[in-house]
């Protein structure tokens, strides 16, 4: 048997570690993790770590109780939870329509996981859809939100743009690289949005950005979140506060089912819908629509 190493990652500021063999495969298809790897000068406490089997047969666990199974939308990912005696079993597919490809048995406190995966060609889908997992349900209750948005900085400032799938969060983002002087891409697809004892709140990129290669280790303060509606014409406006927690609870991942981390989610969407930075922009997909909400949430 081959020796197993360690690795360790820092994504806004949460430390958490792989381990496989050491001549694995998975080394190689993981890359967007690079950007992340743990710096030994940074203090953080390790949130939870992945243990990354060789491919093998996917067995349910007999005693596997469904918790949240098949309600996910058509050709998106789909992630079914179960209950088991020491923990939590878990079974990923690319799409909906397809059975599951890779499993995660998780402990109790979601501190680590087991990945098993059919074969090599799913190893990057798997190990990012388990890290996914345990970091939104590991931090739901340290002030730290992962989020399904595209996200751009201009001027040191992070504006996220939230939507459904195929509802055009990457478009938005374009549009604004294309006519917005000064901005950048920081993310595409999954941010992490933390906030901080002193009141600041923080976007950071991740090592997840959907088709979008851009896994960048920076982080910029939360200047606004845009809800992207698809119309006719361009106008934006600012929801009340009811409809601000809704819009960024429906665009944050996290395991409701649990009573404690239902509360840390509860906690950090009412602070950032407290601050009002949160808009809906009823737009087409072109320049003036970035060019009237640059100028309102820019401000």
């Known amino acids: 048997m081959q020796a197993r190493i360690t690795k360790e990652y820092i994504v806004a500021g949460h430390r958490f570690a792989f381990s496989a063999e050491q001549e694995d495969s998975v080394w190689k298809v993981i890359p967007n993790y690079l950007p ?9 406490e390790l949130i939870f770590s992945v243990e990354i089997n060789r491919p093998g047969i996917l067995n349910r666990p007999t005693d596997a109780r ?3 199974v098949g309600i996910t939308e058509p050709e998106e990912p789909r992630i079914d939870m179960y209950s088991v005696m020491d923990g939590w079993w878990a079974e990923l597919a690319p799409v909906s329509s397809m059975p599951p490809v890779a499993t995660l048995r998780i402990n109790n406190d979601f501190s680590h996981g087991i990945i098993t995966y059919t074969d090599n060609s799913m190893a990057r889908f798997a190990v990012d859809s388990a890290a996914m997992l345990l970091f939104a349900f ?14 751009v900085t201009k001027d040191g400032r992070a504006y996220m743009f939230l939507a459904k799938s195929g509802t055009g969060k990457s478009t938005h983002s374009r549009m604004w690289l294309e006519n917005i002087s000064g901005t950048e891409l920081l993310n595409d697809d999954n941010p992490i949005v933390r906030i901080f004892e002193d009141g600041s709140t ?3 990129g991740s090592p997840w950005s959907g088709k979008t290669p851009c896994y960048k280790n920076k982080s910029a303060e939360l200047g606004a979140m845009v809800l992207i509606r698809r119309c006719s014409e361009n106008r934006i406006s600012q929801p009340s506060l009811p409809e601000m927690y809704a819009i960024i609870l429906s665009s944050s991942s996290g395991f ?3 009573g404690n981390m239902a509360d840390g989610l509860h906690n950090s969407i009412s602070t950032i819908a407290l601050t009002g ?13 970035a060019e009237i909400c640059s100028k309102e949430v820019c401000r």
């Open 277 to 289: 930075r949160c808009y809906i922009l009823d737009c087409r997909p072109d320049a003036q629509a």
């Open 36 to 44: 992340f790897m743990a710096d030994d000068s940074i203090p953080a």
């Open 202 to 204: 923080k976007v950071f």
């Open 256 to 258: 409701r089912s649990i």
């Open 66 to 68: 469904p918790v949240y």
């Open 138 to 151: 590991s931090t739901a209750n340290l002030n730290t939100l992962e989020m399904h948005s595209s996200v």
